[in-house]
């Protein structure tokens, strides 16, 4: 596709449920971010991978929350036992390399509602 | 904790005004300062960026004022139009690291 596509792009559900969230970077780009937007916030970094594996997942606020990438192109954000506190929109964002001079591309984001 | 403090969180131009924004940082090892700009329902776009060796960059009519001393940096956009309207997200990087860390943002709506 010609950008960072996300789904769904709204998800609501229920206190103590299990959603997944799903990102298809820019093809051909091997790093792929997480991120978490909360209102009225900007973006707090969650997690990154480098190809398959996750490099850095030291932004995942505790370990109801995990993220994989198995094939290195598609990615899924996974959420347990999720809590009121876990809306918010989630972001995702690939760039060719990893790096500074690599521009981050974002997608529409995931809004999630945990009522 | 909060690598990059942001002002104003909002404002309101005319149409042919002048918005400015700011954002602060303290660790010097940052060496890159992206601005991007996100409307409802999207995703941030980067907007502009600057590295620390120049201490302005224009495009269009968007700049970028950088002081090194001060650890400021600002988006000034030029001639304000009604479709500039929207959050705008000040962040900063270190050049061998991934990890951006915005700041708060800043929603400018641009009166016709």
């Known amino acids: 596709g010609a950008g960072v596509s996300q789904t769904p792009s709204n998800k609501v559900t229920e206190k103590g449920k299990y959603v997944e969230l799903r990102c298809d970077p820019i093809?051909?780009?091997?790093?792929l971010y997480w991120y978490r937007q909360s209102l009225g916030q900007g973006p707090e970094f969650l997690i990154y991978?480098?190809?398959?594996?996750?490099?850095?997942d030291s932004g995942l606020p505790n370990d109801r929350f995990f993220a994989v990438r198995p094939e290195g192109s598609v990615s899924t954000l996974k959420i347990q036992r999720t809590e009121r506190g876990d809306s918010a929109m989630y972001l995702c964002?690939?760039?060719?390399?990893?790096?500074?001079?690599?521009?981050?591309?974002f997608g529409p984001g995931t809004r999630l509602t945990v009522l | 904790q909060q690598q990059v403090k942001q002002s104003p969180q909002s404002l309101i131009v005319q149409k042919g005004g002048i918005s400015i924004i700011n954002c602060a940082y303290e660790n010097t090892a940052f060496d890159y300062f992206p601005w991007y700009q996100q409307f409802p329902g999207k995703g941030p776009a980067l907007l502009i960026a600057i590295r620390p060796d120049v201490s302005e960059k224009k495009e269009g009519r968007f700049t970028i004022s950088f002081n090194k001393s001060a650890k400021q940096f600002s988006l000034h956009i030029m001639d304000s139009q009604p479709g500039d309207s929207a959050t705008y997200f000040c962040?900063?990087?270190?050049?061998?690291?991934?990890?951006?860390?915005f700041g708060a943002g800043t929603t400018v709506t641009v009166r016709a």
């Open positions: 962040a900063v990087l270190r050049s061998n690291d991934y990890k951006l860390s």
């Open positions: 991978f480098q190809g398959t594996g996750a490099a850095d």
């Open positions: 964002a690939s760039s060719l390399l990893a790096g500074g001079n690599n521009e981050q591309f």
């Open positions: 093809s051909g780009h091997t790093a």
